[in-house]
């Protein structure tokens, strides 16, 4: 393991530990993944540039955003965001489709932007890898408002993706398709 690599390991050690103590210390008012992402843009190639980006770091980082998400869908119990929940947080989707659209175009028209449909997209994404422990820390996880933000995150993140896929696929829209309604079909099952 080269310096860099070993460096940035004991960072991300040092705030695993850290984070969470600091979210205790302020009695949840920050959540420890809230912290978690600021110290790690703090040390990053981008502010102090304490962490270095290596092949092995990369790696890691992809298996911690896997687990994320996986702890998220978990998480996620569908009995209670399926119906009025997950329409409505559907439809407030699309509503935040056509805002995004209109966002990205005056971007893309005055030079700020190259591309519509990113920008809309990244517009209407959410991350409920890190709402769901926030809702879990404070408890509102099994409220009515926690199965609202469920809703909300599931289709956050579930349609830009099916919309990323179908739009930006170097493959044919009816192939993509039929590989979507497949897999939408497996997970269902």
Do not use: K, N
Not at 22 to 43: D, K
Not at 65 to 72: G, N, P, S, V, Y
Not at 100 to 114: D, N, R, S
């Amino acid at each position: 393991m080269d310096g860099d690599t070993a460096q940035t390991l004991t960072l991300i050690a040092l705030i695993a530990v850290v984070a969470p103590l600091l979210a205790v210390a302020t009695r949840g008012r920050i959540p420890g993944i809230v912290l978690e992402i600021a110290f790690g843009i703090i040390i990053g190639p981008q502010v102090l540039a304490w962490a270095a980006v290596t092949a092995s770091i990369d790696t890691i980082a992809g298996i911690g955003l896997a687990f994320l998400f996986f702890t998220a869908g978990l998480e996620m119990d569908l009995e209670r965001v399926r119906g009025r929940p997950l329409r409505q947080a559907s439809l407030a989707w699309f509503a935040s489709l056509l805002l995004g659209l209109a966002v990205a175009t005056v971007a893309v028209a005055t030079g700020f932007a190259i591309s519509v449909v990113l920008i809309a997209l990244a517009l209407t994404t959410t991350a409920i890898g890190t709402l769901v422990p926030m809702l879990g820390d404070s408890g509102d996880l099994s409220t009515p408002f926690g199965a609202r933000v469920l809703a909300i995150g599931a289709a956050g993140e579930f349609l830009p993706l099916i919309a990323v896929t179908l739009l930006l696929s170097e493959r044919s829209g009816a192939t993509t398709a039929v590989l979507l309604i497949t897999f939408a079909a497996i997970a269902v099952g």
